[in-house]
């Protein structure tokens, strides 16, 4: 397994984040446990911070709170100056409750209800990415309501499509999000807004997709989105102030996932973002990036129990952790890859090939096949890497498996910024009807 960030083999022999040893955060916060480290997510923002400060553009960098969205993620994001991108009442909420700043929130989303819009409205945000002609005349009226314009982005799907998984892949024409440039929709929703009142343009969105390792594919849809500003300009005399590029910015699950430096997506957009706009003398817009995966995905490490074994000689050899697709959907849903190691034994020689279940009761609750380690034993410690996007934001219950805790390790210390759910959470929401109670004195306790 690859060690990102602060992650080393300590003297033990076993693996250590944070400066913490994982059999101790393993014995201490019980298993499954997703453990975060609180450095490698403070340089992830830094390295889009330094980058965009080198380039000498005006920027925000908004981290897409989808990736991992809970109340200490947003106190570091606001501690390292960045902005955050939200898609629901649930995310907005979780960031009003952590003091963010709501003038840095943008709020994202193809379905925005009357009440999220509400909400945001009086929550006074900095921004609405707009998806469609529905929403517009809908913010435009609870705008008018409150009597202040919205600030307001369009989403718009330049017609690239980014080497990704289909499944996230939303830059194309095809798509359920945004604005299409090649149909005329985009033009036509600028040509709209700029006669309601209460709407307040700021510019344009784009996203391509996720997990991408080039540039060519930020530089197309710099390219679109630069020729459909100058346009705009020309014609409908709207200056655009802010363009954001999204997020998409790969990272490194497993051995040959090559993705680029951050800094070099970045000096890639930002000098042909300079370059187009001055020569069309155009002032240059503030340029935003929303990233959610390349902040947080490397920092994340999961730490299952290994339980049972199934040795099917001349087939495979399964062995099951106390986890799988409920804390990690990833693999089943996108045949996402991962690596993995012994926490507990982390200097000792691979010696078989194995593929690790989870324990749902679905046989494609399988986290990884064909994963090298020492001859496991119950009771060991499995540590899955790469976990901290998209892990503990798509977990569920399935099963009624409880979601594990999240720890933030850092210089040796390690704190819980999500409590394990209790079986009493698991029932918390049920409510049996009077007509379908057990009578008292037949209960059997
Ligand atoms: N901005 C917008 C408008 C987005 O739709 C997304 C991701 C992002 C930013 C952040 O993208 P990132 O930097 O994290 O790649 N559940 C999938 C990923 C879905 C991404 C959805 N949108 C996965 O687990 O891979």
Same mark, same amino acid.
């Given at each position: +397994?690859?060690?990102?960030?602060?992650?080393?083999?300590?003297?033990?022999?076993?693996?250590?984040?944070? &400066?913490?040893?994982?059999?101790?955060?393993? #014995?201490?916060?019980?298993?499954?446990?997703?453990?975060?480290?609180?450095?490698?997510?403070?340089?992830?923002?830094?390295?889009?911070?330094?980058?965009?400060?080198?380039?000498?553009?005006?920027?925000?960098? #908004?981290?897409?709170?989808?990736?991992?969205?809970?109340?200490?993620?947003?106190?570091?994001?606001?501690?390292?100056?960045? @902005?955050? /991108?939200?898609?629901?009442?649930?995310?907005?909420? !979780?960031?009003?409750?952590?003091?963010?700043?709501?003038?840095?929130?943008?709020?994202?989303?193809?379905?925005?209800?009357? /009440?999220?819009?509400?909400?945001?409205?009086?929550?006074?945000? &900095?921004?609405?990415?707009?998806?469609?002609?529905?929403?517009?005349?809908?913010?435009?009226?609870?705008?008018?309501?409150?009597?202040?314009?919205?600030?307001?982005?369009?989403?718009?799907?330049?017609?690239?499509?980014?080497?990704?998984? $289909?499944?996230?892949?939303?830059?194309?024409?095809?798509?359920?999000?945004?604005? $299409?440039?090649?149909?005329?929709?985009?033009?036509?929703?600028?040509?709209?807004?700029?006669?309601?009142?209460?709407?307040?343009?700021?510019?344009?969105?784009?996203?391509?997709?996720?997990?991408?390792?080039?540039?060519?594919?930020?530089?197309?849809?710099?390219?679109?989105?630069?020729?459909?500003?100058?346009?705009?300009?020309?014609?409908?005399?709207? !200056?655009?102030?802010?363009?954001?590029?999204?997020?998409?910015?790969?990272?490194?699950?497993?051995?040959?996932?090559?993705?680029?430096?951050?800094?070099?997506?970045?000096?890639?957009? !930002?000098?042909?973002?300079?370059?187009?706009?001055?020569?069309?003398?155009?002032?240059?817009?503030?340029?935003?990036?929303? %990233? &959610? *995966?390349?902040?947080?995905?490397?920092? &994340?490490?999961?730490?299952?129990?290994?339980?049972?074994?199934? =040795?099917?000689?001349?087939?495979?050899?399964?062995?099951?952790?106390?986890?799988?697709?409920? /804390?990690?959907?990833?693999?089943?849903?996108?045949?996402?890859?991962?690596?993995?190691?012994?926490?507990? *034994? #982390?200097?000792?020689?691979?010696?078989?090939?194995?593929?690790?279940?989870?324990?749902?009761?679905?046989?494609?609750? +399988?986290?990884?096949? $064909?994963?090298?380690?020492?001859?496991?034993? @119950?009771? =060991?410690?499995?540590?899955?890497?790469?976990?901290?996007?998209?892990?503990? #934001?798509?977990?569920?219950?399935?099963?009624?498996?409880?979601?594990?805790?999240?720890?933030?390790?850092?210089?040796?210390?390690?704190?819980?910024?999500?409590?394990?759910? @209790?079986?009493? =959470?698991?029932?918390?929401?049920?409510?049996? %009807? $009077?007509?379908?109670?057990?009578?008292?004195?037949?209960?059997?306790?």
């Amino acid at each position: +397994m690859y060690l990102h960030g602060t992650s080393q083999i300590n003297g033990q022999g076993r693996l250590q984040i944070g &400066g913490c040893d994982t059999t101790e955060l393993a #014995a201490r916060f019980g298993t499954p446990l997703y453990v975060m480290d609180e450095a490698l997510i403070r340089q992830r923002c830094r390295e889009f911070v330094d980058a965009f400060r080198e380039s000498g553009l005006r920027f925000q960098v #908004a981290y897409a709170s989808k990736a991992f969205c809970v109340m200490a993620m947003c106190r570091i994001v606001e501690e390292e100056g960045l @902005s955050l /991108d939200v898609v629901s009442e649930g995310e907005l909420h !979780t960031a009003l409750q952590a003091g963010f700043p709501p003038e840095r929130i943008h709020f994202h989303g193809n379905n925005k209800t009357p /009440d999220e819009i509400r909400m945001a409205l009086d929550a006074g945000i &900095g921004c609405f990415v707009v998806d469609n002609f529905v929403e517009l005349h809908l913010l435009n009226a609870l705008a008018g309501e409150k009597g202040q314009a919205a600030k307001v982005l369009f989403r718009i799907t330049p017609g690239v499509e980014a080497h990704t998984h $289909d499944y996230i892949s939303t830059g194309q024409e095809d798509s359920k999000f945004g604005f $299409d440039l090649g149909n005329g929709s985009a033009y036509r929703v600028i040509e709209e807004a700029s006669r309601l009142p209460y709407i307040d343009v700021l510019g344009v969105h784009s996203h391509i997709g996720s997990q991408i390792f080039e540039v060519e594919g930020f530089k197309m849809a710099v390219e679109k989105v630069i020729g459909f500003a100058v346009k705009v300009r020309a014609e409908l005399n709207v !200056t655009f102030r802010v363009v954001n590029l999204g997020g998409g910015f790969g990272i490194r699950y497993v051995e040959g996932d090559t993705p680029l430096p951050i800094k070099e997506y970045i000096k890639a957009i !930002t000098e042909d973002i300079s370059s187009y706009f001055s020569r069309h003398d155009y002032p240059i817009p503030e340029i935003w990036v929303e %990233p &959610g *995966r390349s902040i947080v995905g490397d920092a &994340g490490t999961t730490l299952y129990t290994i339980g049972t074994f199934k =040795d099917i000689p001349g087939v495979r050899k399964y062995v099951a952790v106390d986890g799988g697709m409920t /804390d990690n959907p990833r693999p089943a849903l996108y045949e996402s890859k991962y690596e993995a190691m012994l926490a507990n *034994r #982390a200097s000792e020689p691979n010696e078989e090939t194995v593929s690790i279940a989870g324990k749902c009761c679905e046989s494609g609750d +399988m986290l990884i096949w $064909d994963v090298e380690l020492p001859r496991a034993e @119950s009771g =060991d410690l499995l540590a899955v890497s790469c976990t901290g996007a998209y892990n503990y #934001a798509m977990a569920s219950n399935y099963n009624r498996i409880r979601r594990p805790a999240v720890v933030f390790v850092k210089d040796g210390q390690a704190d819980v910024v999500v409590k394990r759910e @209790s079986l009493g =959470d698991v029932v918390g929401n049920d409510v049996v %009807p $009077d007509r379908l109670r057990k009578p008292e004195a037949a209960r059997t306790v």
